[in-house]
Antibody
Framework: QVQLVQSGSELKKPGASVKVSCKAS????????INWVRQAPGQGLEWMGW????????TYARGFTGRFVFSLDTSVSTAYLQIISLEADDTAVYYC???????????WGQGSLVTVSS | QSVLTQPPSVSAAPGQRVTISCSGS????????VSWYQQFPGTAPKRLIY???KRPSGIPDRFSGSKSGTSATLGITGLQTGDEADYYC???????????FGGGTKLSVL
């Protein structure tokens, strides 16, 4: 069965970096793009962008350029989200999601909580 | 402020029917397919509806989706206490070249 398994919670200090992983199984990794979605505490869902799993080309939503980096390791069917120079406002749960079609997410990872605190 | 507008909360009694609206524009709902997601506290969202009105396998037919113009609606019949959750609409916005979600609606089954 299709699964997206994400890495665990992280506690980081402001200015540090974090890398969240999303390991896919149960399907051919390059058949679907991987999207990233942020959910701040008590808030709604926010689309961060997506990465083409064939070309590795990332697309970032407005507000997620510069400090956010999407990458892949297709040899292990894994997508990564790296956040550089963490700020307190980056505290959120980050989800990876497979898309069947544009913004139609049929499978989601369980989420990775990133907490930024001094 | 989300591009898509949903009511913050809706409520109804067990067994009743409820609808959740999602209002947008021609650049998103008006010309693209809408998906709906259900999210329980502390868990990942789950897709309920895709392509405006299609249900994935395993989703009960109590859940339905529709679209008219620049608005979409999620309907839930035979409400159960287990339906208490947050519900989000999502769609591609062609003007923004971005995916957008509604602000979410909290469903209470009283």
């Amino acid at each position: 069965q299709v699964q997206l398994v994400q890495s665990g919670s992280e506690l980081k200090k402001p200015g540090a970096s974090v890398k969240v992983s999303c390991k896919a199984s149960g399907y051919s990794f390059t058949w679907h793009s991987i999207n990233w979605v942020r959910q701040a505490p008590g808030q709604g869902l926010e689309w961060m962008g997506w990465i083409n799993t064939i070309t590795g080309n990332p697309t970032y939503a407005r507000g997620f350029t510069g400090r956010f980096v999407f990458s892949l390791d297709t040899s292990v069917s894994t997508a990564y989200l790296q956040i550089i120079s963490l700020e307190a406002d980056d505290t959120a749960v980050y989800y990876c999601a497979r898309d069947r079609a544009t913004i139609d997410f049929d499978y989601w990872g369980q989420g990775s909580l990133v907490t930024v605190s001094s | 402020q989300s591009v898509l507008t949903q009511p913050p909360s809706v409520s109804a009694a067990p067994g009743q029917r409820v609808t959740i609206s999602c209002s947008g524009s021609s650049s998103n709902i008006g010309n693209n397919y809408v998906s709906w997601y259900q999210q329980f506290p502390g868990t990942a969202p789950k897709r309920l509806i895709y392509d405006n009105n299609k249900r994935p396998s395993g989703i009960p037919d109590r859940f339905s989706g529709s679209k008219s113009g620049t608005s979409a609606t999620l309907g839930i019949t035979g409400l159960q206490t287990g339906d208490e959750a947050d519900y989000y609409c999502g769609v591609w916005d062609s003007s923004l070249s971005a995916g957008v979600f509604g602000g979410g609606t909290k469903l209470s089954v009283l």
